[in-house]
């Protein structure tokens, strides 16, 4: 299978709205996990302007999924999801 | 400050001259007992430097070298006579309760862009004029004596000041480190031990900047010495150069027709070029087709600033607002590079390396930064990057341009 590619926004209206606390977010994957992620931080992703989308901070999925208010333990679900699901 | 047009080829023909110091004081001793000042008189394109030994060490020591710097700096950029300063100095300078005498030592350079330098000195290890590694001899050498004071000669050199060459001034806790304290040098480091040290360094690191070798030579004077300082270290060296040139893109352009032209920016004439925000760095990797990199291991080790990225080819990209208002207080409060977070770090080092800062400033507003559910109130691009040229100026001496779009 494909790993799951995560992009957290590293942009300013992301950070201070909680990116910030994703910055560890590879130490907590379970030891299973880790090759079949690969996380990547990226520079504004320009989804903050938007008003529609349900607000900062953004990660985006496997290219096109986007995760609005994202949390380390709400990403964390999600990509055990996308792991068992593809298993 | 100026606004100036940038066409990246008019930045890299005007000289530049880099004036810096490195100190280390007497262990024990409150104060310095060594001074060095640094002038530049726009107008005139005349930049002086003086440096002076007080008498003894400690505060007293300080008084009097102070008072003779800020002295000569004043009578050179009046264009007093060197033999009229130099009695003044020494009439008004106090005189020690032990010793009888009033005295502290100089070195002064005293240059203008286009022409000769004028080095005078008096009391103090003579200065080191070098050309690549070459040792530069004097055009005039002469000596100069007042009559008030017949035993205080003053020595005057014009110098053929070009670009590439440096000036090394010091005083003699440089050349007489490890004296008395090391068998193998018995008279001290002396000029000639500098000399040798300063082409070594230059060999290895021909564009080695008037910052690092002042305190390279410092830091060496301070090693030879065994159990700390045993006298004041001062080490000024004055070096002319094409400038070094650093470009700061922050910010989107107002129109996004320019968006092309201000990504343009990034390949001109800059010798290193730092994106200063998410939505420049993307604009960049639109218009220019290059990648920008961020790394999972600086993200973690970003200490509080979001990570630093790798623009292949170019420079760095960083966050915009958060960064550039770390990088300010740094320059504000003069504080080291060191203790700041990556990104901010990342910028001021670069900073320091350059003579020369030009921002590319993007004036469109981010309306993201509007947002009330933000925790803090975002200052704006604009006026935090003029605050941070005013302190670059000030603080550090350095050539500022700011450019908007
Ligand atoms: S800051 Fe994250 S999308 Fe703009």
Request: aromatic share 6%.
């Amino acid at each position: 299978m494909e790993s799951v590619k995560i992009e957290i926004c590293c942009g300013t209206a992301c950070y201070l709205l909680g990116a910030a606390n994703m910055m560890n977010i590879e130490d907590q994957l379970p030891a299973e996990w880790r090759d079949k992620v690969d996380i990547e931080a990226k520079t504004c992703l320009e989804l903050c302007e938007r008003d529609n989308l349900g607000g900062a901070p953004y990660v985006r999925i496997n290219g096109t999924e986007i995760m609005s208010q994202a949390t380390p333990e709400k990403l964390l679900t999600r990509i055990g999801e996308l792991i068992e699901g593809a298993a | 400050m100026a606004d100036l047009p940038l066409n990246g080829q008019n930045t890299a023909s005007d000289l530049f001259i880099e004036m810096e110091a490195a100190q280390f004081t007497k262990s024990g001793q409150a104060a310095c007992g060594d001074d060095v000042r640094f002038l530049t008189v726009e107008k005139e394109n005349r930049h002086l430097v003086a440096l002076s030994d007080g008498l003894g060490s400690g505060v007293k020591a300080n008084v009097l070298a102070t008072m003779t710097t800020a002295m000569a700096i004043e009578f050179l950029k009046s264009n007093i006579p060197t033999l009229e300063a130099v009695e003044i100095i020494m009439d008004s300078l106090p005189v020690c309760e032990v010793r009888k005498i009033g005295y502290a030592t100089f070195s002064l350079f005293d240059f203008r862009l286009g022409g000769k330098a004028r080095i005078s000195e008096m009391g103090n290890p003579g200065y080191i004029h070098l050309r690549g590694t070459e040792e530069i001899s004097p055009l005039k050498d002469g000596q100069i004596v007042s009559e008030h004071w017949p035993d205080r000669e003053v020595r005057e050199c014009e110098v053929d000041f070009r670009a590439g060459d440096r000036i090394i001034m010091c005083s003699d806790g440089v050349t007489q480190s490890g004296l008395g304290v090391r068998k193998d040098m018995k008279f001290g480091w002396r000029r000639s031990g500098v000399l040798a040290f300063a082409r070594e360094r230059i060999a290895r690191e021909p564009d080695i900047s008037a910052r690092d070798l002042s305190h390279a030579i410092a830091r060496e004077a301070l090693n030879i010495t065994p159990g700390g300082c045993k006298d004041d270290i001062s080490c000024a060296v004055v070096y002319l150069r094409h400038p070094r040139v650093m470009r700061v893109l922050t910010g989107p352009p107002y129109y996004k027709e320019h968006d092309a032209e201000y990504a343009r920016q990034a390949l001109l004439g800059a010798d290193h070029v730092v994106a200063c925000g998410g939505t420049t760095a993307n604009i960049l990797e639109r218009e220019l087709g290059v990648k920008i990199k961020v790394r999972l291991a600086d993200m973690k080790a970003s200490g509080g600033l979001p990570p630093i990225g790798t623009i292949e080819g170019i420079g760095i990209a960083t966050e915009g607002i958060l960064t550039l208002g770390r990088v300010l207080s740094a320059l504000e409060q003069m504080r080291p590079p060191e203790a700041e977070p990556a990104a901010a770090r990342a910028i001021l080092e670069r900073m320091m390396r350059h003579d020369r800062i030009e921002f590319i400033i993007g004036t469109k507003v981010n309306e993201s930064h509007q947002d009330p559910n933000i925790p803090q109130d975002l200052e704006l691009r604009r006026s935090v990057v003029k605050r941070i040229a005013a302190a670059l100026e000030k603080n550090y001496r350095k050539k500022v341009a700011l450019n908007y779009y």
